[in-house]
């Protein structure tokens, strides 16, 4: 598939109205529909977000767009009809969403790997005596200097730019390969 249809919030996926007429191949007003008709039941697998976003400069409505978890989606597609290219639409949904659990359990891996990693190297630098003689920025100084020597110091920038509160880690950032 060209596009990745899953959204990965935290360490949970979900996918949007738009990702589910897309990957059905529907109107996403089609979509829209069903949801408000099983609104009650898909909540009761958790709260559905929704995004409300205003017309464009033509005109016309604002446009809702809900978010929902893999369980409230799953239970969706059971509402639609099994024709052939809603039993596709169905196969290729499970399979995005056992795509993205699997892509979030391996960078997990690497995160998990990569904290020993990183205490590992503070200790070795408190240890040598570079932190001291750094100032106290010996570990930000050889960290900056791993992510230039592994081709990551323009995506460190980047991360900078769209993250100046830091909520959201660098090597949370990365995908499973620059991790």
């Given at each position: 598939m060209g596009k990745d249809v899953i959204i990965i919030k935290g360490k949970k996926c979900f996918i949007d109205s738009e990702g589910l007429a897309f990957l059905s191949n529907n109107e996403h007003r089609s979509i829209v529909r069903l949801i408000k008709n099983h609104t009650t039941t898909l909540e009761e697998f958790g709260v559905m977000g929704f995004e409300i976003t205003k017309p464009d400069s033509k005109g016309g409505r604002p446009k809702t767009t809900y978010l929902l978890n893999e369980e409230q989606a799953t239970l969706l597609t059971t509402f639609m009809k099994n024709s052939t290219k809603?039993?596709?639409f169905k196969k290729k949904l499970v399979k995005e969403f056992f795509r993205m659990r699997e892509y979030i359990q391996k960078q997990e891996l690497i995160r998990l790997t990569g904290i020993e990693?990183?205490?590992t190297l503070t200790d070795k630098i408190k240890e040598s005596g570079e932190n001291e003689?750094?100032?106290?920025?010996g570990y930000s100084t050889y960290t900056k200097l791993i992510y230039s020597l592994t081709g990551l110091s323009e995506t460190y920038k980047e991360w900078k730019i769209d993250h100046p509160d830091k909520k959201?880690?660098?090597?949370?950032?990365?995908?499973p390969e620059d991790l």
């Open positions: 809603v039993v596709l990693t990183r205490k003689r750094m100032h106290g920025h959201v880690s660098f090597r949370d950032y990365l995908v």
